[in-house]
């Protein structure tokens, strides 16, 4: 279960009680603030708190550009315009707290984005919940033949199910042996902080994490993108829609240059330029090595 009753109270009663500010507020925000989204199989995302909206953006950006802001007026096109010029110090007006709940495994990759802030829950302090991420069989998949470093075909006959058999026991079992050294039922108890050293990477933690819009998008763009692994992909997945809501101009922007625009070498934009004179360019003509090649042809469609 991703969330305990007792924390569910928590929620329900602080969204209960809408409290007045003079603070300007984003609407599509205050409709998520609290509300834990589930994501893989115990874990969630939800909003504790956030800072700013589009106008907290174009406001910030205006006092860099004074009067000249005539030619991109309106807020959405200002937004693009800074979107688009990598001016980014005006999306970092922009803040946001979440708590999120996920396997360690997932966390050590997401810990990597070091422009953040996190508080994490203390397995030296507390006892971990016996939670522990099993895939969903769908994801049980072999690695993969063309990238080292994902996977691909799904694991076929009863190949799947044994993997699963095997995390699953191996999680109960590691479980166990934490409560049977932490007991301090007829014995002096292993301290906390080295019982937890013989739990596996799918167990869940916890943390609060609080990052500015600039910093997030450039998380969302490595996370949410098809090349990063699906336990991660999922948590940014469920964020982008959380981000769309609060800053929409921002998000809109986001997503058409740098979740669906490309970054082109020179070499590359020079080969765009002679496709479009007319001439027939290839890997051997263009200048690129294979690798380049081929995403480059993925690009361009
Ligand atoms: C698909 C994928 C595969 C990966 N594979 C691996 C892997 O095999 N092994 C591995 O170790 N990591 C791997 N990573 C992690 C990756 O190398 C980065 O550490 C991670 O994505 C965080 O990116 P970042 O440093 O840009 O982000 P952040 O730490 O949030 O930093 C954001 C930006 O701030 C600046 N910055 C932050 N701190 C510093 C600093 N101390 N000095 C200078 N500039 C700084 C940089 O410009 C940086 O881009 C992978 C990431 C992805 C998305």
């Given at each position: 279960m991703p969330l305990s009753p007792e924390h569910q109270a928590e929620i329900d009663e602080l969204r209960a009680r809408p409290q007045s500010t003079l603070r300007s507020t984003a609407a599509g925000m205050e409709g998520h603030l609290?509300?834990?989204?589930?994501v893989l199989d115990h874990g969630f995302v939800r909003v504790i708190d956030y800072m700013g909206d589009d106008a907290a953006i174009c406001q910030a950006a205006r006092v860099s550009y004074g009067r000249g802001t005539k030619s991109v007026s309106n807020d959405e096109g200002l937004i693009r315009y800074l979107m688009r010029h990598w001016h980014s110090t005006p999306f970092e007006m922009c803040e946001i707290k979440l708590h999120v709940k996920l396997p360690v495994f997932v966390a050590r990759q997401w810990i990597r984005h070091r422009t953040a802030n996190v508080n994490e829950y203390s397995a030296r302090y507390s006892i971990l919940d016996r939670e522990f991420y099993i895939p969903a069989p769908e994801h049980v998949a072999a690695q993969s033949t063309v990238n080292n470093q994902g996977r691909g075909e799904l694991l076929e006959g009863g190949e799947a199910a044994r993997v699963l058999e095997i995390l699953k026991a191996d999680s109960a079992r590691a479980y166990d042996n934490y409560e049977?050294?932490?007991?301090?039922?007829?014995?002096?108890?292993?301290?906390?902080?080295?019982?937890?050293?013989?739990?596996?990477?799918?167990?869940?933690?916890q943390w609060y994490w609080k990052v500015d819009l600039h910093n997030l998008f450039h998380f969302l763009r490595l996370r949410a993108d098809a090349h990063a692994q699906y336990e991660i992909r999922v948590y940014a997945e469920e964020i982008c829609k959380l981000v769309a809501d609060w800053v929409p101009f921002a998000y809109k922007a986001f997503e058409d240059y740098r979740m669906g625009g490309a970054t082109l070498s020179a070499t590359a934009l020079d080969c765009i330029r002679r496709m479009v004179k007319g001439e027939e360019v290839t890997q051997e003509t263009s200048g690129m090595s294979k690798g380049e090649w081929r995403e480059f042809m993925q690009v361009v469609g």
């Amino acid at each position: 279960m991703p969330l305990s009753p007792e924390h569910q109270a928590e929620i329900d009663e602080l969204r209960a009680r809408p409290q007045s500010t003079l603070r300007s507020t984003a609407a599509g925000m205050e409709g998520h603030l609290y509300t834990a989204y589930p994501v893989l199989d115990h874990g969630f995302v939800r909003v504790i708190d956030y800072m700013g909206d589009d106008a907290a953006i174009c406001q910030a950006a205006r006092v860099s550009y004074g009067r000249g802001t005539k030619s991109v007026s309106n807020d959405e096109g200002l937004i693009r315009y800074l979107m688009r010029h990598w001016h980014s110090t005006p999306f970092e007006m922009c803040e946001i707290k979440l708590h999120v709940k996920l396997p360690v495994f997932v966390a050590r990759q997401w810990i990597r984005h070091r422009t953040a802030n996190v508080n994490e829950y203390s397995a030296r302090y507390s006892i971990l919940d016996r939670e522990f991420y099993i895939p969903a069989p769908e994801h049980v998949a072999a690695q993969s033949t063309v990238n080292n470093q994902g996977r691909g075909e799904l694991l076929e006959g009863g190949e799947a199910a044994r993997v699963l058999e095997i995390l699953k026991a191996d999680s109960a079992r590691a479980y166990d042996n934490y409560e049977a050294m932490i007991s301090q039922d007829g014995q002096q108890g292993l301290a906390r902080e080295l019982a937890r050293m013989n739990l596996p990477a799918n167990i869940y933690t916890q943390w609060y994490w609080k990052v500015d819009l600039h910093n997030l998008f450039h998380f969302l763009r490595l996370r949410a993108d098809a090349h990063a692994q699906y336990e991660i992909r999922v948590y940014a997945e469920e964020i982008c829609k959380l981000v769309a809501d609060w800053v929409p101009f921002a998000y809109k922007a986001f997503e058409d240059y740098r979740m669906g625009g490309a970054t082109l070498s020179a070499t590359a934009l020079d080969c765009i330029r002679r496709m479009v004179k007319g001439e027939e360019v290839t890997q051997e003509t263009s200048g690129m090595s294979k690798g380049e090649w081929r995403e480059f042809m993925q690009v361009v469609g």
